[in-house]
């Protein structure tokens, strides 16, 4: 699928935080397909039946935001499709080989309350990947995410846990750096869960293109979905 970009949300937010973006790009006159994340191990086989499910080639565009964006470096490796990430950590936990992540003592007590009171955490962390954007309508898309996480199933919840468990383990930094497919990452200059100074960290090849959103949080797919959508756009045009 040529013009298809298939795109992966992040974290516990659903699609809502992408819907914009996806809106923008189908205007562009793009064609776009949400993917699940994955809802039971092992990854492989999720990898394998988005693939044949969905037809996605070397063609393709995959983008996802943030642990959709190492989900999409996955299915990009796999397929050698074009990959977009945005505010997206390759490897959201810290170690001694990588200091642009969460402590994972941190992480631990984020999983923790995720476990003890899902609800109330799925609201702090929605009200987090806004902090601090400089969109006018940052608030009320916190309260629309906000009023959407009033109550979980137990399916819902074991996918969330399930969710954060990939977010601790993955890294998916050796991929981005050995990707012979162009690469496009955006990120946000305020952004509360991505630490300055990871983006020069990175070992990105040198067909990779990054950009830096002014005044965009982590959830600038959403509150920044037009420049989003014209800097995807006008890269896609210059392959």
């Known amino acids: 699928m040529k013009n298809t970009v298939f795109i992966l949300p992040g974290f516990g937010l659903g699609t809502y935080p992408l819907q914009a973006l996806a809106d923008c790009l189908t205007h562009q006159g793009y064609t776009t397909q ?4 994955p809802e039971q191990a092992p990854l492989d086989a999720y990898l394998h039946t988005q693939i044949q499910r969905h037809n996605i080639t070397a063609n393709s565009m995959a983008l996802g935001w943030s642990l959709g964006g190492q989900l999409a470096s996955l299915l990009a490796e796999r397929t050698q499709c074009r990959l977009i990430t945005l505010a997206s950590n390759p490897q ?3 170690d001694a080989s990588w200091a642009y992540g969460m402590q994972p003592e941190a992480f631990e007590r984020f999983y ?3 476990q003890t009171q899902p609800v109330q955490n799925l609201q702090q962390f929605a009200a987090l990947t806004g902090l601090q954007d400089a969109s006018s309508h940052t ?4 309260k629309h995410l906000k009023a959407q996480l009033t109550r979980l199933s137990e399916s819902e919840q074991a996918k969330h846990l399930l969710h954060l468990h990939w977010l601790r383990s993955l890294n998916t930094r050796l991929i981005l750096a050995n990707l012979p497919t162009p ?4 990120w946000g200059d305020v952004d509360a869960l991505i630490p300055k100074h990871m983006a020069d960290a990175l070992a990105l090849p040198l067909h990779t293109r990054t950009h830096i959103v002014t ?3 982590h959830l600038l797919p959403l509150t920044h979905s037009s420049e989003c959508a014209d800097t995807i756009v ?3 045009a210059a392959q």
Do not use: E
Not at 34 to 37: E, R, V
Not at 183 to 186: C, D, E, P
């Open 34 to 37: 949400f993917l699940p994340l």
């Open 92 to 94: 959201f936990c810290s």
């Open 112 to 114: 923790i309350k995720q």
């Open 139 to 142: 608030k009320a898309h916190i």
């Open 183 to 186: 690469q496009l990452h955006i």
């Open 215 to 217: 005044g965009a949080s």
């Open 234 to 236: 006008k890269w896609l």
